[in-house]
């Protein structure tokens, strides 16, 4: 048997729709102005009456014993007439809401090109039909990036797939074949799956980043900062690059796993993309609003400065091309831009006119 339904959810339930309490509301301030006006007149009518010479014949409101019909007619008509007008005005105060709604009710993910028509005065709901249209637009875009996105994830990781089952087909077709030769097989499948795993970690940091803070610790971006340096000193000496660090204290607050990421991304990207016997400078400080500020630039290849924004999003680099290093992955400055968003911090970017990019993330103060 079920359970009874509390009484406020039946009341709620059997709450008249709007229509009809726009029509209640018309109605009942036209039956009160009218109720107002009929007793002024006869409190009026009453007191002249009252006033009236003693030997004057009497009035018939005079008598308390006669029924007037008419005046209850008139009453009777005027209410009626007011539902009725009432009930028509409602429904033409309500007919764009009912057309936004019904166009709303139609547009789903495969049509969010569609829009609302958006006609008549300025007014609140020409604002509302405004406001869904941005939102939908909105939606587009988020849509859009999400198809891109997916599309760009499933190339990016069918890519090792199949040069690892081809590299595995081939020796094992090879009827002259050694321990060797397979030796050889099994190290490159094994860099393959090193490659894939890399690039699943950096779905899931870049996942993880959109998803939100989940912890508002305090840090140093210093300390995060030459934490990250101390692991890659041995890459830069590597690729005969030079990294010259200054490191001020610059306290800041957010989730530090995720900032230290951020960090290491714009490194990594500054040491991938860059020319032999290049340079990396890093320097972190206090930020011109009272917070943190780091700024890592690096020599480089030539930025155009229309190539920026696309930078920063996933699998994407400068020239329009996957020219990436066998170690990169398309999402390092994907994953800054997100981590950045969520710790309401300011991305800025400016390319160096001889070659490279300086990249500045700004983060509020700490609380």
Same mark, same amino acid.
């Given at each position: 048997? /079920?359970?009874?339904?509390?009484?406020? *959810?039946?009341?709620?339930?059997?709450?008249?729709?709007?229509?009809?309490?726009?029509?209640?509301?018309?109605?009942?301030?036209? @039956? +009160?102005?009218?109720?107002?006006?009929?007793?002024?007149?006869?409190?009026?009518?009453?007191?002249?009456?009252?006033?009236?010479?003693?030997?004057?014949?009497?009035?018939?409101?005079?008598? *308390? *014993?006669?029924?007037?019909?008419?005046?209850?007619?008139?009453?009777?008509?005027?209410?009626?007439?007011?539902?009725?007008?009432?009930?028509?005005?409602?429904?033409?105060?309500?007919?764009?809401?009912?057309?936004?709604?019904?166009?709303?009710?139609?547009?789903?993910?495969?049509?969010?090109?569609?829009?609302?028509? %958006?006609?008549?005065?300025?007014?609140?709901?020409?604002?509302?039909?405004?406001?869904?249209?941005?939102?939908?637009?909105? @939606?587009?875009?988020?849509?859009?990036?999400?198809?891109? #996105?997916?599309?760009?994830?499933?190339?990016?990781?069918?890519?090792?797939?199949?040069?690892?089952?081809?590299? =595995?087909?081939?020796?094992?077709?090879? /009827?002259?074949?050694?321990?060797?030769? !397979?030796?050889?097989?099994?190290?490159?499948?094994?860099?393959?799956?090193?490659?894939? &795993?890399? !690039?699943?970690?950096?779905?899931?940091?870049?996942?993880?980043?959109?998803?939100?803070?989940?912890?508002?610790?305090?840090?140093? =971006?210093?300390?995060?900062?030459?934490?990250?340096?101390?692991?890659?000193?041995? &890459?830069?000496?590597?690729?005969?690059?030079?990294?010259?660090?200054?490191?001020?204290?610059?306290?800041?607050?957010?989730?530090?796993?995720?900032? &230290? @990421?951020?960090?290491?991304?714009?490194?990594?990207?500054?040491?991938?993309?860059?020319?032999?016997?290049?340079?990396?400078?890093?320097?972190?400080?206090?930020?011109?609003?009272?917070?943190?500020?780091?700024? %890592?630039?690096?020599?480089?290849?030539?930025?155009?400065?229309?190539?920026?924004?696309?930078? #920063?999003?996933?699998?994407?680099? +400068?020239?329009?091309?996957? @020219?990436?290093?066998?170690?990169?992955?398309?999402?390092?400055?994907?994953?800054? +831009?997100?981590?950045?968003?969520?710790?309401?911090?300011?991305?800025?970017?400016? $390319?160096?006119?001889?070659?490279?990019?300086?990249?500045?993330?700004?983060?509020? $103060?700490?609380?």
């Amino acid at each position: 048997m /079920p359970a009874p339904r509390p009484l406020t *959810s039946l009341l709620r339930a059997r709450r008249p729709v709007l229509r009809a309490q726009l029509t209640l509301l018309y109605s009942g301030l036209f @039956l +009160a102005v009218l109720a107002a006006v009929l007793l002024a007149t006869n409190l009026l009518y009453g007191h002249t009456a009252s006033r009236a010479p003693a030997g004057a014949p009497a009035s018939p409101a005079d008598s *308390s *014993s006669r029924f007037d019909v008419g005046p209850a007619l008139v009453g009777l008509s005027a209410a009626i007439v007011a539902l009725l007008g009432a009930w028509w005005l409602a429904g033409r105060f309500l007919r764009p809401l009912h057309a936004i709604t019904t166009a709303a009710q139609q547009i789903s993910a495969t049509n969010l090109n569609r829009r609302l028509a %958006v006609r008549g005065p300025d007014d609140e709901l020409t604002r509302l039909g405004s406001t869904l249209n941005d939102l939908l637009s909105r @939606l587009e875009a988020a849509f859009a990036a999400q198809r891109h #996105f997916v599309a760009n994830a499933s190339h990016e990781l069918r890519t090792p797939l199949a040069g690892q089952r081809t590299l =595995l087909q081939v020796a094992l077709a090879d /009827p002259h074949a050694d321990a060797a030769s !397979l030796r050889a097989a099994c190290t490159q499948a094994v860099a393959l799956g090193a490659q894939q &795993e890399r !690039l699943i970690d950096a779905l899931l940091v870049l996942a993880t980043s959109e998803r939100g803070i989940e912890r508002h610790d305090p840090f140093d =971006l210093a300390e995060l900062t030459g934490a990250v340096l101390a692991g890659r000193r041995a &890459e830069a000496d590597e690729r005969r690059i030079r990294i010259d660090a200054r490191l001020d204290t610059a306290p800041a607050a957010g989730d530090p796993r995720l900032v &230290e @990421l951020l960090v290491a991304n714009l490194v990594d990207n500054a040491l991938r993309h860059n020319d032999a016997d290049g340079t990396v400078e890093i320097a972190t400080g206090p930020g011109p609003a009272g917070g943190a500020t780091i700024t %890592v630039g690096n020599t480089g290849p030539v930025v155009r400065p229309d190539e920026i924004d696309r930078l #920063f999003q996933p699998f994407q680099q +400068a020239g329009g091309q996957r @020219l990436r290093h066998d170690d990169g992955h398309g999402l390092g400055l994907a994953i800054v +831009a997100a981590i950045a968003r969520t710790h309401q911090a300011t991305l800025t970017a400016r $390319p160096r006119p001889a070659g490279g990019l300086d990249v500045t993330v700004d983060f509020p $103060p700490g609380h």
